[in-house]
């Protein structure tokens, strides 16, 4: 394949996902939605009986082209999540969303967990709590975007959930890791083969053991890489020599983590944003840099890959029956859990149900780490469409309930902040 052929599938994927993405905001649901269905879309090229469209636009040479740069997508975006993640803010978030982010991670999780077992869904133990860590991630921008129309971000109630939120983040990235890590590699027995005891294998403890050896690394190096940057923003502020280097240390720590230690490489990057990100006073220009490098090209790919790579071969009416479960389990383990933490935390009952909303959706990490389950072997690839409808129902379900709940309060002369004149 000459390098240039990738060049029109880059122009339509470009074209498609952003036109695509912006109609799917226009409808209040996220970009990402459009961003799939356009990948849906280019995907049903290879059902048109003609060689000629398959050669010009998606042969197999590009796909795996395109793969590659789906991979840097993908580190990219959890770069930028780290980046975003307000360390202050996690410290001064208090129990309460201590609580609700631990309750928001463990009953999707075991619900998740269970229904896949319930099914014989994923490969062995481990492939079921893999589906339930897919369950656990939580996406608040079409929340936040619903409190801040509503006048609501500043209360109580969404207050509670971004700060939940963010402590979910780091939650769901060490789940995400510990799952990643006990992941066989080739030559090993399977995940299937891994019993209830398990823990006196000294194997299982090494892998512990570089988790841990991980992140205390990563976290100390870290410290170090921010002194340095420290003096780097002081003597180039607003210089791009700073994002520069700062996405090269994404890119060195997500191979490290996934080459050198099994974790997820999406955990270095995480972690790389998390260590360079919050008090650094460039962090804004790094991260509006990091951003515009990923959703102009790596973020729409990665997103398109994704749903022209949907694969239905799995799919069957038991399968089916499991996703509904699954998508089930989705929602009401969130809305459930968050709930029952704020009641827990001496919330009003209307407030516990909002706090639940705000925390149901789901978005780009969920797909993240499906993708990651898929490519490890322990998750059908046929819970994409199922993921989806996930993503769909909470990013409508969330905003919506959020408006009724919060309609009855307003008619009675609370105007919301945002409408104040």
Known sequence: MSPFEILLPLALILILTKLLGLGSQK??????????????????????????????????????????LAKIGVVLIMFSTGLSTDLKQLKASGLPSVIITTFGVVFPMALGTLTAWAFRQGEGLLGH??????????????????????????????????????????????????????????????????????????AWWLVCLKIVVFFVLAIGIGVLLRKLFDKFEHKY?????????????????????????GVADITGAYVAGLVLGGTLQETPYVENKADMLGYMIFSPIFFANIGMNLDFSGFTGTFALFGICYVIAAIVGKLGGCSLAARLCRYSGKDSFRVGCGMMVRAEVVLICTEKGISSGLVSPAVYPFVFIIIILTSILAPLLLKISYRKEDALGNTPVGQQV
């Open 237 to 261: 502020p607003h210089n791009r020599r700073v994002p520069i280097l700062a996405i090269a240390a994404c890119f060195l720590y997500a191979y490290v983590a996934e080459e050198i230690f």
């Open 129 to 202: 709590f893999f589906y339930g860590a897919i369950l656990a991630a939580t996406s608040v921008s079409v929340t936040v975007a619903a409190l801040k129309e509503l006048g609501k971000l500043n209360t109580k109630v969404g207050t509670s959930i971004v700060a939940a939120a963010v402590i979910d983040d780091v939650i769901g990235i060490v789940i995400l890791s510990v799952l990643t890590g006990f992941t066989p590699q080739t030559g090993d027995t399977g995940a299937s083969s891994i019993l209830p005891g398990w823990w006196v294998n000294a």
């Open 27 to 68: 409808i209040g649901l996220p970009a990402v939605i459009g961003m799939l269905v356009a990948g849906l879309l280019l995907g049903l090229l290879d059902y048109i009986p003609s060689g000629i469209i398959d050669y010009l636009f998606f042969s197999e040479d590009i796909k795996n082209w395109l793969s590659v």
